[in-house]
């Protein structure tokens, strides 16, 4: 299985790249979204990725975070959706927004996607409800991002990893600073931690949690808290 290639960048689409890994180009399917963070062309890059083997096919689908890359796994357990399909949501919503539209059983955001319809959308939000709050709870230590093979505009090492324990064999002291969704993903980490220790059901936390930080995007871990902890409160 490869779960991470690295690598220079030798082609970029919409939704493809092709990442050039010692004299060998892979072709790596990603979302719109991610495609657009990616470095230019002749720049490091590195991706998560989930191999898809059929009998007359070998397709790469890669993830710029583990975070992504679980949605992913989640999102294609669920019957009739496929790796596009998968790539759509997440390009539509990202991983926190899927995270967030899933717990608060926000449909119509994942209706949004290409290729997703009003049952297909019910299906999903219904199906991962109960698995939402786990992968929301670990968001902070998922959003470590693969493309720290690039220092200084070049690639160091490029090649393929089998897994995703192979980011953190790296040392982190020379990583870049994490983007905004990888401290939105660790504030509602922490924020649902927090509510589960306090006695909370994982899932009325995960939905409190969601709601708070769609009203107050920006609003730091404590904050989250308190406003989830109001939304918790027993109304009169």
């Known amino acids: 299985m490869i779960g991470r290639i690295a690598g220079v960048i030798l082609h970029r689409a919409r939704d493809h790249v092709l990442i050039d890994v010692r004299g060998v180009g892979y072709i ?16 490091a890059a590195a991706l998560y990725t989930e191999l898809v083997v059929r009998e007359d096919l070998l397709q790469l689908f890669g993830f710029p975070t583990m975070l992504d890359k679980e949605w992913h796994r989640l999102l294609t357990s669920v019957q009739g959706v496929g ?5 759509a949501i997440l390009s539509t919503l990202g991983p926190e927004g899927l995270g967030r539209a899933i717990a608060l059983g926000d449909w119509a955001s994942v209706r949004k996607a290409n290729g997703v319809g009003p049952k297909l959308a019910q299906r999903i939000v219904l199906e991962l409800k109960d698995k939402a709050p786990s992968v929301m709870a670990l968001g902070g230590a998922l959003t470590i991002d693969a493309g720290d093979v690039a220092a200084g505009g070049h690639a160091e090492e490029p090649g393929i990893e089998p897994g995703p324990s192979a980011a953190s064999a790296r040392g982190r002291a020379d990583a870049p600073a994490p983007a905004t969704g990888a401290h939105q993903g660790q504030a509602m980490a922490d924020a649902l931690s927090a509510l589960t220790n306090l006695g909370y059901g994982p899932s009325e936390a995960a939905s409190a949690v969601a709601e708070a930080q769609a009203r107050e995007p920006a609003a730091a871990m404590p904050a989250l808290i308190r406003a989830a902890l109001r939304l918790l409160a027993p109304k009169d």
Do not use: D, F, I, Y
């Open 28 to 43: 790596v399917h990603v979302s719109e979204r991610t495609a657009a963070g990616l470095p230019p062309v002749g720049q």
């Open 83 to 87: 790796a596009k399909v998968s790539l």
